[in-house]
């Protein structure tokens, strides 16, 4: 089945912890992208990755890393996370530039106390 | 002014009835434009994108682009209950290839 899969779906942590939520897709695409949810603000683009090493800010990058090595895997890291980073986070792919249609992941809650 | 900005909503129609989502943005430039459609809970879905001025049909769905005045819209006909969802409407600008920006979404709500 094509997916974009996501993981950890719900995750809680504390202020300062390290984390990585990963995201893999199996559709062989080029293109891939983080976005962050908050009530009343939409989707707001975090990092997005053209293709394998290629990777360029979003809207809203302060506070996130992110690596493309492998097609397949475009994982984002909190180095430092703050409670101002509580947020829905989604993963989308596609298969080349946006004009194609992006298929996102499932979401990963995030809380940080 | 926010880049790309829905209608307050939240918006709620009878059931048969035609839904009207509007979106205006603010890059001039911008070449390309989607709706998405997301369910409580789930995650987003494209229902349409439109990149020439003028209407685009599929189904029950159009939509309309009005590049003079930077305005999408999105009409649902013969709205249906399972229409109810909320409805984000996303923009490629000209600049920054790969960048996609969406609006705050509009909520809307088809009673029977």
């Known amino acids: 089945e094509a997916q974009v899969t996501q993981n950890p779906r719900y995750l809680i942590t504390v202020t300062g912890k390290k984390l990585t939520v990963t995201c893999s897709q199996n559709?062989?695409?080029?293109?891939m992208s983080w976005y962050r949810q908050d009530p009343g603000l939409g989707l707001r683009q975090i990092y997005y990755?053209?293709?394998?090493?290629?990777?360029d800010k979003g809207d809203v990058p302060e506070g996130y890393k992110v690596s493309r090595k492998e097609k397949r895997n475009f994982p984002l890291i909190l180095e430092s996370p703050s409670p101002n980073q509580t947020s829905l986070y989604f993963c989308?792919?596609?298969?080349?530039?946006?004009?194609?249609?992006?298929?996102f992941g499932p979401g990963t809650r995030l809380t940080v106390t | 002014q926010k880049e790309v900005e829905q209608n307050s909503g939240p918006l709620s129609v009878p059931e048969g009835a035609i839904a009207s989502l509007n979106c205006t943005y603010s890059?001039?430039?911008?070449?390309?434009f989607f709706w998405y459609r997301q369910y409580s809970g789930k995650s987003p879905e494209l229902i349409m994108f439109?990149?020439?001025?003028g209407d685009k049909e599929d189904g029950r769905f159009t939509a309309q682009l009005n590049k003079a005045s930077q305005y999408v819209s999105l009409l649902i006909r013969d709205s249906q209950p399972s229409d109810s969802a909320t409805y984000l409407c996303?923009?490629?600008?000209?600049?920054?290839?790969?960048?996609?920006?969406f609006g705050q979404g509009t909520i809307l709500t088809v009673h029977p």
């Open positions: 989308a792919s596609s298969r080349s530039e946006i004009s194609y249609e992006q298929y």
């Open positions: 559709m062989n695409h080029e293109y």
């Open positions: 990755s053209m293709n394998v090493e290629v990777t």
């Open positions: 890059d001039r430039g911008s070449q390309s």
């Open positions: 439109i990149y020439s001025n």
């Open positions: 996303a923009v490629k600008g000209s600049t920054s290839y790969g960048k996609l920006t």
